[in-house]
C-alpha cells in the first residue's frame, strides 16, 4: 500500500478575491502590487500605468490561473480552490 503525498502549501494572509478585484478596479496603479508586498513593482507599475495597459492585463490573467503568490512566495487564501 502506497502512503499519499501531501504538499503543505504556505497560505498568505491576502486575498485572492480582493486582489482580483483591486487588479481589475486599480491595478493599472499598481495596488495590487502594493497589497501584495512588491513595493518595487508596485512603483514600476504605478509610473508606467500598468505598462501602458499590457502589464495590468497580464496581472489579471496570472491571478485567474491561480499563478500569483505574495512577496513572501505564499500562495493567496482561496486561491487552493481554483482548480
Partial sequence: MRAKKT????VS???WLGTLIMSLC???LGVD???LG????GLLK???LGGCGLWWFV???LLILGQTKDAEGKALEGQENLF
Fill in 38 to 41: 512588491y513595493t518595487g513593482l
Fill in 33 to 35: 502590487r502594493f497589497y
Fill in 7 to 10: 504538499a503543505l502549501v504556505d
Fill in 13 to 15: 494572509s491576502r486575498s
Fill in 26 to 28: 486599480v491595478g493599472w
Fill in 59 to 61: 496581472d489579471i490573467v
Fill in 46 to 48: 504605478l509610473f508606467t
